[in-house]
Structures are given as C-alpha cells and as structure tokens.
C-alpha cells in the first residue's frame, strides 16, 4: 500500500492534535512529530497554521458523518436525535474532553483569525442548515407543527448544542446534554 502524502500526514496529525490541545497550545512542531515528518515539509505545503487550520475544519466536518444517511426506518425528528446522540457518544467517550472542533476553534479563535472565523461560520451556517432541512422534512411528516420557523429553531439549537458541549466539558458530566435532549426535542420539538 502507498504511503499517504506528507501534506496529508500533516492534515490528519494537525485534526488530531488540534482537537485534543486546541490551536494555540499545539505549536508545527508538535504537529510535524506528531505526523513523523521533517518540520520543513510542513512550510512547503502550509503558509501558515492558520491555513492548515482552515483545511482541517474542512477535513472534520467531512469525518464526523452528520450527513450520512442514517437509519430509514427512525422519522426525521428520530434521526436528528440519533446524529446528536451519535455526537453526544464520542464526547462521553473522550471523558468530556475535546468537544466540537468547530465550535472549539470558533471560540478560541473567532476574535483573532479573519480566515478561521469565516471557514466556522461557514461551517456553522451548514450545520444550520442541515438541522432546518431535517426539521422540515419532519414539518411535512406531521411530527412537528408546521407553523415553526425551522431557520431559527435549527440556529438556535445549534447553539444550544455548542452550549452544552462546553458546559459538559466544564462539568464533567451528561447534565448538559441531558437538558439539551430533553428541552429541545421533548419540549421545543414534540
């Protein structure tokens, strides 16, 4: 099998330590030993850190699977439950540490990089939207009242996500997430 591409070695090690150590804590060196390449070769392929962030935002929204087809046998609102349940797993998983990458990187960031900010807001006008399309499609199952403004509800339980996730972190427990299941879809969406 071929050795994947050193500027791909970077990518896959810079999501990695990014996530675990956030950006500023994670210097090129510790992402170039981390990918077992020569710290030289991370220039040749990255202007900056900040450019390989940018690449590696893409590169985590593309792995998490929020957009994978799911179960066809659960409705529209049990499949946006399932994806955050799916979510909610890895963060209990990792001992509530890491989090979202996106919002880890927006709130870390978004005050200091102009070309972080805009590839997270991007990404979270995406997630918005994602959410405001499975929120219709459960408009025309009848599992959810037609008269609901899916854009605003999709932004705002984004954001009560990204609030969750970092009270979760905080906490160390599933208190938050617990009250985000239970106030979005047994209250707001039932």
Not at 11 to 37: P, W, Y
Not at 69 to 80: M, T, Y
Not at 113 to 127: D, F, G, K, M
């Amino acid at each position: 099998m071929p050795r994947p591409s050193v500027r791909e070695e970077i990518v896959e090690a810079a999501l990695v330590e990014l996530h675990r150590r956030g950006f500023a804590a994670t210097s090129v060196d510790t992402i170039t030993k981390a990918a077992g390449v020569p710290k030289g070769s991370f220039y040749n392929h990255f202007k900056s850190k900040e450019a390989l962030g940018v690449e590696v935002l893409a590169r985590y929204v593309a792995g998490v699977g929020w957009q994978d087809e799911g179960d066809p046998e659960l409705s529209p609102l049990g499949l946006l439950r399932k994806r955050f349940q799916l979510m909610t797993d890895v963060l209990v998983d990792n001992g509530y540490t890491r989090g979202c990458l996106i919002g880890n990187l927006g709130e870390e960031l978004a005050d200091h990089s102009s070309a972080i900010r805009s590839e997270v807001q991007t990404r979270l006008a995406e997630w918005s939207d994602s959410i405001a399309e499975s929120l219709r499609a459960a408009q025309d199952a009848g599992e959810v009242s037609r008269d609901l403004d899916v854009a605003r509800i999709a932004r705002f339980i984004l954001n009560a996500w990204q609030g969750a996730l970092l009270r979760a972190k905080v906490v160390k427990n599933p208190e938050p997430l617990d009250d985000f299941f239970a106030t979005v879809f047994d209250e707001i969406l039932r």
